[in-house]
């Protein structure tokens, strides 16, 4: 099974950062977490679920253009936790926001989530003045 606790969001002015945190558990991390990419994705009202910031088990980053300069994201293998660092954050940045496995394609649009199935609850972001 797997499973993933995401958090840190709230209420931010537009300019403001955040840090999103996310924990991953389940039987198939056990001694295996720091062999899969990860991601973050979000999904705000209206819209479709999108990838913004994925990680390969190396440490290497990609992310979307929307985000590309705001956005870093981090992995703690020690710890099976993958970190989002959110600045200069905008309106547009409002979603719900979770993490999951990345099947690492050649773009971050064309990736998918490597579990769908498996969706944590996620956490809110909401940026406005």
């Known amino acids: 099974q797997v499973q993933f606790v995401e958090s840190g969001g709230g209420l931010v002015q537009p300019g403001g950062s955040l840090r999103l945190s996310c924990a991953a558990s389940?039987?198939?991390?056990?001694?295996?977490?720091?062999?899969?990419?990860m991601g973050w994705y979000r999904q705000a009202p209206g819209k479709q679920r999108e990838l913004v910031a994925r990680?390969?088990?190396?440490?290497?980053?990609n992310y979307a253009d929307s985000v590309k300069g705001r956005f870093t994201i981090s992995r703690d293998n020690a710890a099976n936790m993958v970190i989002l660092q959110m600045i200069s954050l905008k309106p547009e940045d409002t979603a719900v926001y979770y993490c999951n496995g990345v099947d690492w394609a050649s773009t971050v649009v064309a990736s998918r989530p490597l579990w769908d199935d498996y969706w944590g609850q996620g956490t809110q972001v909401t940026v406005s003045s």
């Open positions: 389940g039987s198939i991390f056990r001694s295996m977490f720091s062999s899969y990419a």
């Open positions: 990680i390969t088990s190396g440490g290497r980053t």
